[in-house]
């Protein structure tokens, strides 16, 4: 007779993946990854939803060939946040942090981050966002008027406990606001590190910044790069651009003081990106009136990066928390790539041998 162990196991994990908390399409079914931009208020555009600036363009791990325009509005309980929140029962471990709360205040002191973390005990997702005053409560869904005006940016992955504690290690350094948490007993030991960071735990020494590979539920490999506050330099051009070895197109709020100029002082060039431009759906905005955060490697480059995070390019910025979550994919990253427009340009490199120790040491990480 055949050892009925192995089987046992493979039917287990199976269960597992479904019984575990998801990321949702918009047919409510589990994908183990989706990235959503949110559209910026266009008074003039054909679609209603886009009017009113609750239109939004997604992509998901079953569907990473075309920007795809959702059918409903993002304020709508059958969109894929709507789905992937309304998924909670009261004893799962949820984690909401953000820089501007629904209620109350955060110190400058905490993180420029945004996001939720959930999970039961057969899994999660880790849900980084750029919307402020965003979830309202995990009891009913609804997406911040505030929230319409300007773009967005959202990226969901669905993630088994071990990725979990990783998200927590991240949050540990990247030092949140967290304005609500619950963690069940039963999942205190299993989610250490991730209870660690639910009860306002972080980084206490150097260095400052940690880069962590994140495996989602379907075993594809995310890095996900989180700084502290103490960090001291920008995200993109100091930690990002050189552990990937690949040079960046970033879009990031540009409207706050003291913005980042484009960099071409390190051994791979950081652009910000000054305007978008979209056939299909058919969409042109300048980035003054986009919120999102994401970045993309250039045209030049042969490794095809896409990262979606938290953090703006700005020198006060220097000074938070934050991070970003990337994926190397020629698919995804293309349909990124395609909707840029216009670039900041800035100055020829300096001597890139200056840089050689530092993108050396940082690239280790990976």
Same mark, same amino acid.
């Given at each position: 007779?055949?050892?009925?162990?192995?089987?046992?196991?493979?039917?287990?994990? @199976? #269960? *597992? +993946?479904?019984? !575990? %908390?998801?990321?949702?399409?918009?047919?409510?079914?589990?994908?183990?990854?989706?990235?959503?931009?949110?559209?910026?208020?266009?008074?003039?555009?054909?679609?209603?939803?886009?009017?009113?600036?609750?239109?939004?363009?997604?992509?998901?791990?079953?569907?990473?060939?075309?920007?795809?325009?959702?059918?409903?509005?993002?304020?709508?309980?059958?969109?894929?946040?709507?789905?992937?929140?309304?998924?909670?029962?009261?004893?799962?471990?949820?984690?909401?942090?953000?820089?501007?709360?629904?209620?109350?205040?955060?110190?400058?002191?905490?993180?420029?981050?945004?996001?939720?973390?959930?999970?039961?005990?057969?899994?999660?997702?880790?849900?980084?966002?750029?919307?402020?005053?965003?979830?309202?409560?995990?009891?009913?869904?609804?997406?911040?008027?505030?929230?319409?005006?300007?773009?967005?940016? @959202? #990226? *969901? +992955?669905?993630? !088994? %406990?071990?990725?979990?504690?990783?998200?927590?290690?991240?949050?540990?350094?990247?030092?949140?606001?967290?304005?609500?948490?619950?963690?069940?007993?039963?999942?205190?030991?299993?989610?250490?590190?991730?209870?660690?960071?639910?009860?306002?735990?972080?980084?206490?020494?150097?260095?400052?910044?940690?880069?962590?590979?994140?495996?989602?539920?379907?075993?594809?490999?995310?890095?996900?790069?989180?700084?502290?506050?103490?960090?001291?330099?920008?995200?993109?051009?100091?930690?990002?651009?050189?552990?990937?070895?690949?040079?960046?197109?970033?879009?990031?709020?540009?409207?706050?003081?003291?913005?980042?100029?484009?960099?071409?002082?390190?051994?791979?060039?950081?652009?910000?990106?000054?305007?978008?431009?979209?056939?299909?759906?058919?969409?042109?905005?300048?980035?003054?009136?986009?919120?999102?955060?994401?970045?993309?490697?250039?045209?030049?480059?042969?490794?095809?990066?896409?990262?979606?995070?938290?953090?703006?390019?700005?020198?006060?910025?220097?000074?938070?928390?934050?991070?970003?979550?990337?994926?190397?994919?020629?698919?995804?990253?293309?349909?990124?790539?395609?909707?840029?427009?216009?670039?900041?340009?800035?100055?020829?490199?300096?001597?890139?041998?200056?840089?050689?120790?530092?993108?050396?040491?940082?690239?280790?990480?990976?």
């Amino acid at each position: 007779m055949p050892d009925a162990a192995p089987l046992y196991m493979i039917l287990c994990e @199976f #269960l *597992c +993946v479904v019984n !575990g %908390l998801q990321c949702m399409d918009p047919t409510n079914n589990p994908v183990d990854w989706y990235v959503i931009y949110k559209l910026p208020k266009q008074r003039s555009h054909s679609n209603p939803l886009v009017r009113e600036g609750l239109g939004f363009m997604y992509m998901t791990s079953s569907g990473e060939d075309q920007w795809r325009l959702s059918e409903v509005d993002i304020n709508d309980t059958r969109s894929m946040v709507a789905h992937t929140l309304s998924s909670r029962w009261q004893n799962d471990f949820y984690l909401l942090y953000n820089d501007q709360p629904p209620y109350g205040d955060a110190s400058e002191l905490k993180g420029h981050t945004k996001g939720v973390v959930m999970a039961n005990a057969s899994g999660g997702f880790w849900l980084i966002h750029s919307v402020p005053h965003f979830p309202l409560s995990l009891e009913q869904y609804a997406y911040p008027k505030s929230g319409t005006h300007f773009g967005q940016s @959202f #990226l *969901c +992955v669905s993630l !088994g %406990l071990e990725a979990l504690n990783s998200v927590g290690l991240q949050l540990l350094y990247n030092e949140p606001h967290i304005y609500a948490q619950n963690v069940p007993t039963d999942l205190k030991e299993r989610l250490a590190v991730l209870s660690r960071a639910a009860n306002n735990e972080t980084i206490q020494s150097a260095p400052w910044y940690h880069v962590q590979n994140i495996t989602s539920s379907a075993g594809l490999k995310f890095i996900s790069f989180a700084k502290a506050r103490k960090f001291n330099k920008d995200l993109y051009a100091d930690l990002v651009s050189p552990a990937l070895r690949s040079n960046l197109y970033v879009e990031t709020w540009p409207n706050e003081p003291h913005r980042l100029p484009s960099n071409c002082q390190h051994k791979f060039q950081v652009d910000n990106i000054m305007s978008i431009s979209s056939q299909h759906p058919a969409v042109s905005f300048s980035a003054t009136v986009d919120h999102s955060k994401w970045a993309v490697s250039s045209p030049k480059d042969l490794s095809k990066w896409v990262c979606i995070g938290d953090i703006n390019r700005a020198q006060s910025q220097t000074t938070r928390g934050g991070g970003t979550t990337c994926l190397n994919s020629s698919l995804v990253a293309g349909r990124y790539l395609g909707i840029v427009a216009k670039v900041q340009t800035c100055s020829k490199p300096i001597n890139n041998a200056l840089f050689k120790d530092e993108i050396n040491a940082v690239g280790e990480k990976i």
